[in-house]
Each structure stands twice: as structure tokens, then as C-alpha cells.
């Protein structure tokens, strides 16, 4: 995850925080964001999906799994974790594999592979590894990411380097089965024995729902979401975006710290 400081959280609201640690916990992080959600009273509709957002002459109708509501403006901040990106390989569709990581407990003693290289994948595969999982990372390229927080890249290099961490580099899942994964390395191909699978191989946006609500995107390899960059309303009047759903692909864009300016950009733009 991403961290921030304890006076950037406090500036969200006048609600008591006390981190334990140099940076936050997710668990401490949470905690901070439901205290301030009932200290403002906020009105949420949990466990919802947004199917459709139409635009009217003068208001929105969000039409959700459970209801419809209507709205004068609409703020869409639903971050790039929303689709994760498949290997497409065969046996991808078994129980054992995960493209999304919850906690490590279920993962003790157990031979995991984690697929990737960057932030994800380092923050799982060193968790992991100190829950005492026996943590196997396969890589496509020849490096951990440059992109892992400063924090975490020695540290995922130092346990790959000393061994705690066994790391294929330049390596490619092909296959994987109930008891085994099967990769291509430099030196051939190899069968590991595992029990789980991870893959850390990124997330992102429901372009679909995206573009079905009116959203463009600039033509690009790695496209990104069209918007006014002072007030962050897109193509459609009063549809704002804010958050890394911004960037688009470029899901390294963005993070806590650098789109929390996008929320005032917004709310200077309505009240005017």
C-alpha cells in the first residue's frame, strides 16, 4: 500500500490518530478512515455496484445492483484495482491461484509462488516470507522493479540475495497444476512444487464501465483518462475523476500523496 504521514491525515478532518510506527498500518489507516466516516456522519450505501451512470438534462441518475438515486454531480474515484491483468496461461482458473492478497495466514508453511516484480509483488512476497511461507517470486525481466518504494527494495533484494527468497528472473509461467507450477528460465524449463500462487501482475480500471458512462481516454500504449487537469471534470459537465483512476494504465502515476490535491480541485470547482 501506500503511506502517508500523520499530519497529511490530519488535515482530513479534526479526528484523533496515533500511528505506532514510523508510517501507518493499513490496519491503523483503516481504522483512522472509519472514525472520521462516523465523525462526520458521511450518508454511504455499502455493497453497491455502480452498473450505470446517465446523464440527464439538469442531474445524474446512478443506477446501482440495489437502487437508483439521483445526483447533481457525480465523482468518480474508483482507483485501478477493479480488473487485475491475467497471465493467460493454462490452469489459471484454479482455486489456489489469487490475483488479490488478503493476509498471510492461510499461506504458513506453504510453498507460494508470486508472480511479478513491483510494488504488489514485493510487499507480499517479504510478508510472506517473515509468516514463514516458503516464498518462491518469478520475474519476467531481469530486476526487481524500479518503481518498489524505496523502503522495501533493499530489503527484497537483500533476502533474494542471501537466499531467504528464491527469485527466477527472466522467467515466464506456462503452466500451472494442482500440485506444481511450471516456468521457463534462462536455464530451461523446471517444475516447482507449490501449493499457491500469486499473482501480483497488476490491476486495472474498468475501462468499460469507464467508457460507458461517457469517459475518454488519450490514444496512447498505456492510455490515459481525459480531464481537465484544474478541476478534474472530464469530457461530461459535472462528471469528476479523482484518485489514480486518473492515470489510467499508468497506475504509478498517482498515490495518496499526490492526488489528495485532486478532492480540492474539485470541491473549489463546485462551490464557485
Partial sequence: MTYFSTSQLLEIGDVPFVSHGEKPTRRESLEYFRRVFESWNLNAKFYELVEDVKKKKDHFEVHTSKDKYQAK??????????LPVLMNVPGEHLSKVRHYYDEPHPYVEQKVAIIGAANSACDV????????????????????SERVKYWIKP????????????????????????????????????????NFVLAMT?????????????????????????????????????????GVVCGGMRTNKFTIENAREHAHKIISHLIK
Fill in 155 to 194: 530489503n527484497i533484494e537483500n533476502r533474494i540475495k542471501e537466499g531467504s527468497i528464491k527469485a527466477y528472473f527472466k522467467s515466464e509461467v506456462t503452466k500451472i497444476k494442482e500440485d506444481t507450477i511450471e516456468i521457463n528460465t534462462p536455464d530451461g524449463h523446471l517444475s516447482l512444487e507449490n
Fill in 202 to 242: 497488476g490491476y486495472q480500471p474498468d475501462f468499460k464501465f469507464l467508457q460507458k458512462i461517457g469517459i475518454k481516454f488519450t490514444d496512447d500504449p498505456e492510455p490515459e483518462l481525459i480531464y481537465d487537469d484544474t478541476t478534474h471534470e472530464s469530457s461530461v459537465p459535472g462528471l469528476y475523476l479523482a
Fill in 125 to 144: 512476497a517479504l510478508e510472506l516470507f517473515y509468516r514463514g511461507a516458503d516464498v518462491t517470486m518469478i520475474v519476467r525481466s531481469g530486476e526487481i
Fill in 73 to 82: 454531480t457525480v465523482i468518480v474515484s474508483t482507483g485501478f484495482y477493479g
